[in-house]
């Protein structure tokens, strides 16, 4: 694997996944894998999960990390081609991502979207920019319309659960992404990208509920049922993936802050018994209620374990001479 930005980059989840799972056992078999090797994980934006749980996976696997809050600490970069820098950037990714290369055998790079240009944030400039100048392999820690690390361990612990609680031989689970209200305008990121994890995975029914003027780009839904009821879309549901995210036809804009599409107990009645699954950080009561959130169903620190286990096996992956078969 030479990148990681999407589930493009993966031939076969599953042995992804397994192998996961396999690091969650034995976080340490692989310690000679990493020796010898640097990782550079840059942030653009703040985060918690995925610095630190990228750092332990690296580590696990012997890699020496090095973490640069660029967006704090570093020269304002420039991305657009041809600028003539006369304004409040100071370096050209052109310029600083090549040396980087020369760190680096790994960079790993956060970049939010701006939220305001719809056709810029799409593009991924950021990440794309880093791929074509560094010379070396790159992983997403987010990028302006994925999370592609974040939907791996997604379906690690989506996997975990249904190996401890299996539904009966070839029902696929029924997995519902929820649109839950937020005070600030937040990416579409995560929930494009589980949708296009849960579509390429293949072992999942999938719908998608939210309040008219909220769809989500079709190229990360298609194969996704899409239901503007919640209350329906949630029957018989097997996990539910909760997320806010802002317009995406409107850009950037909140349409609504409807509380009622928060959800509390009395919207799992209807369910499987479902898990209840968000990415973190989360607006406790806003997003998702304390009684759901401290509740048996909830999977949060779970799924948020599992960012660990994501993270090493791409990055073993990317280190591996011999890497999965079909990946
Ligand atoms: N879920 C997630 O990406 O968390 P952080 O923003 O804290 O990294």
Redesign the pocket.
């Known amino acids: 694997m030479n990148q990681f930005i999407s589930v493009h980059d993966i031939n076969n989840i599953d042995a992804l996944v397994q192998l996961a799972l396999q690091y969650k056992v034995q976080p340490f078999k692989d310690k000679e894998l990493g020796a010898n090797k640097r990782i550079g994980c840059l942030f653009l934006?703040?985060?918690?999960?995925?610095?630190?749980?990228t750092q332990i996976a690296a580590e696990n696997l012997g890699m020496e990390v090095i973490v640069f809050n660029v967006g704090q600490e570093g020269w304002m970069l420039e991305f657009e081609e041809g600028a003539v820098m006369n304004g409040s950037t100071v370096e050209h990714v052109k310029d600083a991502a090549p040396v980087l290369g020369k760190y680096f055998d790994i960079l790993a790079i956060?970049t939010f979207p701006g939220l305001k240009d719809r056709e810029e944030d799409y593009s991924d400039v950021y990440i794309k920019q880093f791929i074509k100048h560094s010379g070396i392999p790159v992983v997403s820690?987010?990028s302006a319309t994925l999370?592609p690390?974040?939907s791996l361990a997604d379906i690690v612990t989506i996997m975990e659960n249904l190996q401890n609680s299996p539904l009966p031989e070839g029902i696929k689970p029924k997995i519902v992404l929820t649109w839950a209200p937020h005070i600030k305008p937040l990416p579409q990121c995560?929930a494009n990208s589980f949708a296009q994890w849960i579509n390429a995975w293949g072992q999942a029914n999938l719908t998608i509920t939210h309040p008219e003027g909220y769809q989500l780009d079709e190229q990360f839904t298609n194969g996704a049922e899409i239901n503007y009821n919640q209350d329906e879309a949630l029957k018989n549901a097997d996990f539910i993936y909760v997320k806010n995210w802002s317009s995406y036809n409107e850009y950037g804009k909140i349409l609504t802050d409807d509380p009622s599409w928060m959800l509390t107990n009395s919207k799992l009645k209807n369910t499987n018994y479902a898990k209840v699954l968000h990415?973190?950080?989360v607006r406790r009561n806003i997003e998702l209620s304390d009684e759901v959130l401290d509740g048996t169903n909830s999977l949060i620190t779970q799924q948020?374990g599992n960012?660990v286990w994501a993270a090493q096996a791409v990055l073993s992956e990317i280190l591996n001479p011999h890497p999965l078969k079909g990946s």
């Open positions: 934006n703040p985060s918690m999960r995925t610095r630190l749980s956060r820690l987010e999370h690390l974040q995560v990415c973190l950080p948020a960012r």
